[in-house]
């Protein structure tokens, strides 16, 4: 029962974060940051934020120092859409599952092309 709970609270958070970021955030370093996953500890004090972020790895970086920056500011605002005796701590992390992804699909792609010459 405890871990539909925390499910239900990360994925809410997740809609809110993103909103929070998309709407509230004006950090120019901030760029095109797409949320993919919120994992909730089983006591609700952490929550670690992977966010996914469009660009070069400067710009990567920069936008994942942003949101560390800026993660005090997003927790309040959690805090008041999000009734919860106590707010999860917020932890910004840069998810890299999409890089790996990517670089799987090229493999593959490149498997084939050597199959068909």
Known sequence: MGKIR????????????????QNELKDPRV???TITEVDVTGDLQI?????????S???????L???????????SEVGKRIRLRLTPE?????????????????VLRDIRTEEGE
């Open 6 to 21: 925390v499910n239900r609270v990360g994925e809410q958070m997740k809609k809110e974060i993103s909103d929070i970021i």
């Open 31 to 33: 760029g095109f940051v």
């Open 47 to 55: 929550a670690k934020v992977f966010v996914s972020v469009l660009g």
């Open 57 to 63: 790895e400067e710009q990567k970086q920069e936008s």
């Open 65 to 75: 120092k942003a949101l560390r920056k800026a993660a005090g500011f997003v927790r």
């Open 90 to 106: 917020i932890v910004f992390q840069l998810d890299t599952s999409l890089d790996y992804s990517t670089r799987i699909q090229e």
